[in-house]
């Protein structure tokens, strides 16, 4: 009995320094907020004025979803770790085992991200309530969707993370094209909303990478109706497919060019 | 002329003590437990000009601590320590003009510059100008043998080749001691050779006093003169390398290969170590038996080939704690 | 005082060569180079959107145009830039001390901790740096705001620098002290690309004191704007005394480090 406790003892005692971690790792989630917050204080002239469509509430709210998919992620440290199993020739150990590299490194992350993805959920939606006071209009329904394209939105952020990687089977450096991609995520669906950008630019932004990584469940949770789900889990299905075709194409030829040129 | 003097030097750590499991790691961030462990225990010894000491003693004795109480990068809690007359504590600047260092394990070169080019960047740490500068570089590379790779960067030479430079790194400014922290540690047998002819070359060419940590005992058999074995914090032996093969070593291994089978006993001042028939491996006490009356013994015609060799130090050493214990 | 000019001389000699040499280490590869040079360069023109998008609802925000809200971003940048790229490991100062290796540091007869930060550089940075001239041309050239631009980003960089070093010198006394330096250099990155009139209250007065983000970064662009002399007196007296208290702290960490030389050791 004495060594089973032992085990647990120590699982607890490594997650307690892990989630000492993420706790720490919010403070700076926390210092984004608390400026945008202000911002949008300074914007908005009386809280029920509409900017383009929205409360200073749901505004508020949007950046405090839109921002924890964007913390929980850590997609530097992630695109990092594949540039570096593809240079070092680590990758090369994989092919011939029987699962395939990108679901490998695609569970892998997801397992990662969990715990910080709860921790910073939890903490999040404190923070919203600390400077808000308020949810906005929620329901149970509502809710589950908003974590069920969540969770798809960070499954299609992890494979484009993965397709970056795997660039640098071409390329000597491969973490420029993240710092661009992630800032590209940032801007144009992180600090707001795609309503924000002119016609044509909202119309290609509904189409884009942003409305299923970022907008679709922070939309949804500030302002929740069918259609929009509906919409937003048919675009996440063709970018799970399109991400993982990607990923896998790149793959496939960079694996082909290890193979030619001898590693 | 005494150039390092140390005189009751102790340096104690504190080092935090984690109980087992979790109450252990909780208690651990409120209040930390700590264990004084006495790395230097009031050693005393002296260095004269130009001689090549030997610091020696298992991992975790104290030697490091001691080099780096020499150098100034601690402070020690009690006793002095006299470098060149200075003391490492509060002239950490003027010392650092005359004293160079090697750390076998820790690099102080750029890896993507030649060692040319290294060695002039140390040579503007030091203050030197540029032509006396490039002039003590070629003396250096020519004594050390680095024409070769003197234009390679460092990132593409082999390990012997980069510690040769850390060498030539250090000795860049003229000290006046070198310390040299295990120099050899991770190299092949017949490179490990090469340094150490290179450094009592070097030792010799400019009078350079050289203090040697090492716990490889080739180093110090080949190199030095003297020996200072240190062994949980204390000085357990500081003499000659002379008195200490003197005294440990008043026996020496004879091997020989015979024609015939020879039938042998231990006898006195005879063990047998390994008999094969033809092979033979014998150690010889010559405080009771000469080694010539032992191969009498062994009848010399019948000898095809012989080799009589000292016990390796390694045991002496070992010996020399066990006496202690 | 010879000698002490002398003194002097040779230690910039050393440094600068210190920081030429890993210059060139990270330009070994070009096109590895170019890249971060330039993807960062994009990647903070990205930023741009974000005030393009936000002043078409207001013209003015927190009392800047959109104009001077582009100069405190290039400013911003360049102040990063500047920092990163002379003393990147002012940023990494704790992991250098937590490894023992400032020992090679010590031996040297140079300043341990000049030599310590000018000892690696960040490419990437130099990208911000560029970005943040580049910033500067768009908002309007004109010869003594150049000036001005040059000087509050040497001034803003060493102060970003001297907090780095004091924060990251806190590991000479507690372990985990470099999360507290990453916390102190994100507060410090994020509050200096946010116009200062959005803040209020406390968070005001902090910005003007404990996070100096006020001093380093708002300040600057106010003198820009319209030059006042007091002001900018405030931001040089202020560097100075960053820099002075950043010696400070490590210097006394470092006798700490050389006389207790607390061993994390499980046993």
């Known amino acids: 009995m004495k060594k089973y406790w032992f085990i647990i003892n120590m699982q607890i005692m490594s997650n307690l320094q892990y989630i ?10 926390f210092i984004m907020l608390f400026i945008l917050f202000n911002l949008w204080q300074y914007l908005y002239s ?50 011939n085992k029987p699962y395939s590299y990108i679901g490998y490194s695609l569970s892998t992350h997801l397992g990662d991200i969990s715990v910080r993805l709860l921790v910073y959920t939890i903490l999040g939606m404190l923070t919203g309530l600390l400077f808000l006071g308020s949810f906005p209009s929620l329901s149970l329904v509502s809710v589950l969707i908003v974590i069920l394209t969540s969770i798809m939105a960070l499954v299609i952020q992890t494979l484009f993370m993965i397709a970056i990687g795997l660039l640098s089977f071409f390329i000597e450096d491969a973490n420029p094209f993240y710092w661009v991609y992630s800032k590209v995520i940032l801007v144009l669906g992180t600090i707001f909303p795609i309503e924000y950008f002119p016609g044509i630019l909202q119309t290609i932004l509904r189409f ?22 509906f919409s937003i889990i048919l675009a996440q299905i063709i970018y799970f497919v399109i991400a993982y075709l990607l990923c896998f194409a790149i793959y496939r030829k960079g694996v082909k060019r290890i193979n030619v040129n001898g590693g | 002329m005494t150039i390092i003097e140390v005189k009751n030097l102790s340096k104690k750590f504190r080092v935090k ?9 909780l208690k651990s961030i409120f209040k930390p437990k700590y264990k004084v462990v006495e790395a230097v225990k009031n050693i005393s010894f002296e260095v004269e000009k130009g001689e090549i000491i030997a610091f020696i003693g298992p991992n975790g004795a104290g030697k490091s601590t001691t080099i780096k109480m020499m150098t100034s990068i601690l402070y020690p809690d009690q006793g ?4 060149l007359g200075f003391d490492p504590v509060k002239d950490r600047k003027k010392l650092s003009y005359e004293i160079g260092t090697v750390f076998g394990q820790k690099e102080q070169l750029w890896t993507h510059l030649t060692p040319y080019d290294n060695f002039k960047f140390f040579g503007a740490i030091y203050d030197i100008p540029e032509a006396a500068c490039e002039k003590r570089i070629d003396e250096l590379a020519m004594l050390f043998e680095l024409d070769d790779f003197i234009n390679t960067p460092v990132r593409n030479l082999s390990l012997g080749q980069r510690i040769r430079c850390e060498i030539v790194a250090s000795l860049i400014h003229e000290p006046k001691v070198l310390f040299l922290d295990e120099p050899t540690i991770g190299l092949d047998p017949v490179v490990k050779e090469n340094i150490r002819v290179l450094i009592k070359r070097m030792n010799k060419e400019f009078k350079t006093t050289i203090f040697l940590t090492s716990h490889d005992v080739g180093d110090i058999e080949k190199l030095c003169k003297r020996v200072i074995i240190i062994n949980d914090g204390q000085i357990v032996l500081d003499d000659s390398m002379e008195n200490l093969k003197y005294h440990y070593l ?9 024609k015939e089978k020879v039938n042998l006993d231990d006898e006195d001042g005879i063990t047998i170590l390994k008999d094969k028939g033809y092979n033979l491996k014998i150690e010889v006490d010559t405080t009771k038996r000469s080694v010539a009356d032992a191969i009498k013994l062994l009848n010399p015609d019948n000898i095809i080939d012989i080799n009589i060799s000292n016990v390796p130090l390694e045991d002496i050493i070992r010996n020399i704690y066990q006496k202690k214990d | 005082m010879l000698t002490a000019v002398n003194g002097v001389k040779n230690q910039m000699r050393v440094t600068r060569l210190s920081i030429r040499y890993a210059v060139m280490r990270e330009m070994l590869n070009k096109f590895t180079f ?10 903070n023109a990205c930023m741009i959107v974000q005030w393009v998008v936000l002043y078409s609802i207001n013209d003015d925000i927190g009392g800047y145009t959109f104009k001077q809200m582009l100069l405190l971003w290039g400013l911003s940048a360049s102040i990063y830039g500047f920092a990163h790229f002379l003393f990147e490991k002012a940023f990494h100062l704790s992991d250098t001390i937590n490894t023992g290796k400032l020992d090679a540091f010590l031996v040297q007869p140079k300043n341990v901790l000049l030599q310590t930060i000018s000892s690696d550089t960040k490419i990437s940075s130099l990208g911000d740096l560029l970005f943040g001239f580049i910033m500067y041309f768009i908002h309007g050239f004109t010869i003594e705001s150049f000036l001005l631009f040059i000087f509050f980003t040497a001034s803003g960089g060493l102060i970003l620098t001297a907090i780095s070093i004091i924060l990251n010198s806190l590991s000479f006394w507690l372990n985990k002290s470099d999360m507290i330096a990453e916390v102190g250099n994100s507060l410090m990155i994020n509050f200096s690309t946010y116009p200062d009139g959005i803040f209020k209250g406390i968070t005001r007065i902090l910005l003007f004191t404990l996070i100096p983000v006020g001093i380093a970064n708002y300040i600057p662009i106010h003198v820009m704007t319209d030059f006042n002399i007091y002001l900018f007196f405030i931001n040089i007296g202020v560097t100075l005394l960053f820099m002075l208290f950043a010696f400070l702290i490590f210097y006394q960490g470092l006798k700490k480090y050389s006389s207790s030389n607390l061993m994390s050791a499980r046993i």
């Open chain 3, 34 to 43: 170019l890249s971060n040079v330039l993807f960062m360069i994009l990647n």
């Open chain 1, 46 to 95: 009386d809280p029920s004025e509409l900017i383009n469509g929205y409360s200073l509430l749901q505004m508020t709210w949007y950046v405090v979803i839109t921002e924890i998919l964007w913390s929980t992620l850590s997609g530097s440290k992630f695109c990092k770790k594949i540039c570096n199993d593809v240079k070092s020739g680590n990758i090369t150990y994989n092919i």
């Open chain 2, 80 to 83: 002095s320590v006299r470098v």
């Open chain 2, 250 to 258: 008043n026996k020496k291994i004879v091997e020989a290969k015979m």
């Open chain 1, 208 to 229: 884009s990478p942003v409305y299923v990584v970022s907008y679709g469940p922070a939309k949804l949770f500030v302002d929740f109706s069918w259609d929009a789900a």
């Open chain 2, 17 to 25: 003590v984690k109980e087992n499991g979790l109450k252990g790691s």
């Open chain 1, 20 to 29: 000492f971690n993420i706790i720490f790792g919010f403070i700076g989630y």
